[in-house]
């Protein structure tokens, strides 16, 4: 299986900032590179696909880069309703795989 | 809107079967990836498989003794069965909707089946 990691773990931000996740494939995943946002209790949210894309309806302040190994999930002034965990995902190789998650909480 | 809602049994017995069906409404089921997404306390997402509208699944290596899922495009749902359950396939279960090629993007989530096995 292709593993996936992230880093931070967890960070503490606060509003207007602007803040990196990193996440790590162990193998190449080509662009085919997914991030999330979850909620506690709720479903997990796309906000980009394919490394780079922005889902639709997902504000422009969320933006991704990255390929092969190595991508980036950036979020620009940070807003409230940002505070949350963050999961990459690679949808190249079966099965597909999540990383561990990125917890985003309030400095 | 596509909205997803799974419905199943919230507790089952250790060393029996797991079973979950998805209904889709808002759109037709035809064209698409069914994927099963399983979330266990304190652990990370785990990918079950997908099954293609047509009827070809492909499952996670790791689980494909014990799962099968079917879909039933007349009535726009799918199923999932994990048979031989043990403690560690505690978890939410989401059923998804899985576009793109090869169906690597994962746009359309249900609410979350939470699942729990007893001894």
């Known amino acids: 299986d292709v593993q996936m990691t992230q880093s931070p773990s967890s960070l503490s931000a606060s509003i207007g900032d602007t803040i990196s996740i990193t996440c790590r494939a162990s193998?190449?995943?080509?662009?085919?590179l997914s991030w999330f946002q979850q909620k506690p209790g709720k479903a997990p949210k796309l906000l980009i696909f394919?490394?780079?894309a922005l889902q639709s309806g997902v504000p422009s302040r969320f933006s991704g880069s990255g390929s092969e190994t190595f991508f980036t999930l950036t979020i620009t002034n940070l807003q409230p309703e940002d505070f949350a965990t963050y999961f990459c995902?690679?949808?190249?190789?079966?099965?597909?795989?999540f990383g561990p998650g990125t917890l985003v909480d309030f400095k | 809107q596509l909205r997803l809602q799974e419905s199943g049994p919230g507790l089952v017995k250790s060393s029996e079967t797991l079973s979950l069906t998805c209904e889709v409404s808002?759109?037709?089921?035809?064209?698409?990836?069914w994927g099963w997404i399983r979330q266990p306390p304190g652990r990370p997402i785990e990918w079950l498989g997908y099954?293609?509208?047509?009827?070809?699944?492909t499952f996670s290596p790791s689980l494909k003794d014990r799962v099968t899922m079917s879909v039933d495009t007349s009535r726009n749902q799918f199923s999932l069965k994990l048979k031989s359950v043990t403690s560690a396939d505690t978890a939410t279960y989401f059923c998804?909707?899985?576009?793109?090629?090869?169906?690597?993007?994962?746009?359309?989530w249900g609410q979350g089946a939470p699942v729990s096995v007893s001894s």
């Open positions: 998804v909707r899985q576009s793109g090629f090869r169906g690597m993007k994962i746009d359309v």
């Open positions: 193998e190449s995943v080509s662009s085919y």
């Open positions: 808002g759109d037709p089921i035809n064209g698409f990836f």
């Open positions: 099954i293609y509208y047509k009827g070809d699944t």
């Open positions: 394919a490394s780079s």
């Open positions: 995902q690679q949808g190249f190789t079966i099965p597909h795989t």
